[in-house]
């Protein structure tokens, strides 16, 4: 059964109407999903997955390309923040500093299906425990093929978010801006919601509550 996205709209105004501090920054709009009944020391409980959502989550995403000849030409062309090709690529497996900032810098990656297993060896222990780690069709469009059309995966990313459990049962994940539209903002929580009822072991069953809350501000409760 699907979320009311008017209630959830409603919810969402009720949030930007928060009175707070005044920021210099237009705050994300989170959303928390805290989960129940759910055995997370079986691999297969565990989420770990890139969902478009509907709408943009309203921010700048900073992407890192890793791929070589025509692939890395073309997310070059198209203004992609960071390319990195074959020998770079060897070179970082020296320099953990480097490895890490250069994981701390960019919210997504998407590499060269060739180039996956000389990610995994010398980025793997950086970006897996981060959350980085890019993720092959179903569940991700982190991983391409030289044929792909890189313009029309990196627009793409702009509405993506990782829904992740590992350790805890909890999913923390941005769906907005305070200065979107609530409507938009609702759709996209709906989309979560969908995706997490249809894939967690016993639906709607697992999911404990939902919260929306501004990144300086107080959680809202969402019913369900």
Do not use: W
Request: aromatic share 4%; hydrophobic share 40%; net charge positive.
């Amino acid at each position: 059964m699907p979320l009311n996205e008017k209630e959830v709209t409603q919810k969402i105004e009720e949030l930007k109407k928060q009175e707070d501090k005044k920021r210099k920054f237009t705050q994300t709009i989170d959303l928390i999903v805290n989960l129940k009944e759910i055995d997370l020391k079986q691999p297969a409980n565990r989420i770990n997955t890139e969902l478009m959502l509907p709408n943009p989550l309203g921010k700048d995403i900073k992407i890192c390309v890793i791929a070589q000849g025509d692939l890395a030409l073309r997310a070059t062309k198209v203004g992609v923040p960071r390319v990195i090709e074959k020998d770079e690529l060897g070179g970082l497996g020296g320099d953990k500093k480097i490895a890490k900032k250069i994981a701390k810098t960019y919210d997504y990656f998407i590499v060269g299906r060739d180039m996956m297993p000389l990610v995994a060896r010398f980025l793997g222990p950086v970006l897996g425990p981060s959350g980085k780690m890019p993720l092959a069709p179903p569940k991700g469009n982190g991983i391409v093929n030289v044929q792909d059309n890189i313009e029309e995966i990196i627009e793409g990313f702009k509405n993506t978010v990782r829904l992740r459990i590992k350790k805890n049962p909890i999913i923390l994940c941005p769906v907005g801006k305070e200065d979107m539209d609530p409507e938009n903002i609702a759709k996209n929580i709906s989309t979560i919601f969908n995706y997490l009822e249809e894939h967690l072991v016993k639906g709607r069953g697992n999911i404990r509550n939902l919260f929306v809350k501004k990144s300086m501000g107080k959680p809202i409760k969402i019913e369900i």
